[in-house]
T-cell receptor
């Protein structure tokens, strides 16, 4: 059973701090990794993708991938209240379709 | 483009009734995905189509669920008969090419079966 695991949270950080969201996956040969943001009552939207080990930065967001540890993370710098949402980690395994984690709820306090 | 359009936005029905959810993908997109989201199971892929042809329906939970795509601009997900455990938010998404991870999601249909 291929799985994607996330801490459900809620993760609470003060405005301006760094929020760190973590995800582990079970399929060792997965190659594609994604982070989605989902506001309450809304649909998921893709915010980051990463395919190789290391860091990928896009504005205030940094995705980090460590395939040896089967670990992917999302850092949000200078967190804003508007970042408060549920963040879904998703993985495309070696065989099969996109698998989502259950998400981590982030709350950024003003 | 208006994006992926789903209807209805909310549906409340009684157990045993037939439920039909509708989706209009983004014009020109050749892949269409149906997802279900619950607190317990998260976001799960039910079925996806390529050029109106079902490609993988392994996520469809039971024979009570069926999906069709009669043309490039319309798809339905039908549950017959519905059960309380089918209560969830159902999302439709579409993409150009099998970039399933980069598909655009509709706003979802919140289904409640009582």
């Amino acid at each position: 059973q291929k799985e994607v695991e996330q801490n459900s949270g809620p993760l609470s950080v003060p405005e301006g701090a760094i929020a760190s969201l973590n995800c582990t996956y079970s399929d060792r040969v997965s190659q594609s990794f994604f982070w989605y943001r989902q506001y309450s009552g809304k649909s998921p939207e893709l915010i980051m993708s990463i395919y190789s080990n290391g860091d990928k930065e896009d504005g205030r967001f940094t995705a980090q991938l460590n395939k040896a540890s089967q670990y992917v993370s999302l850092l949000i710098r200078d967190s804003q209240p508007s970042d408060s949402a549920t963040y879904l980690c998703a993985v495309i395994p070696s065989q099969g379709n996109l698998i989502f984690g259950k998400g981590t709820k982030l709350s950024v306090k003003p | 483009d208006a994006g992926v359009i789903q209807s209805p936005r909310h549906e409340v029905t009684e157990m045993g009734q037939e439920v039909t959810l509708r989706c209009k993908p983004i014009s020109g997109h050749d892949y269409l995905f149906w997802y279900r989201q619950t607190m317990m199971r998260g976001l799960e892929l039910l079925i996806y189509f390529n050029n109106n042809v079902p490609i993988d329906d392994s996520g469809m939970p039971e024979d009570r669920f069926s999906a069709k795509m009669p043309n490039a601009s319309f798809s339905t997900l039908k549950i017959q008969p519905s059960e309380p455990r089918d209560s969830a938010v159902y999302f439709c998404a579409s993409s150009l090419g099998y970039t399933g991870a980069e598909a655009f999601f509709g706003q979802g249909t919140r289904l409640t079966v009582v």
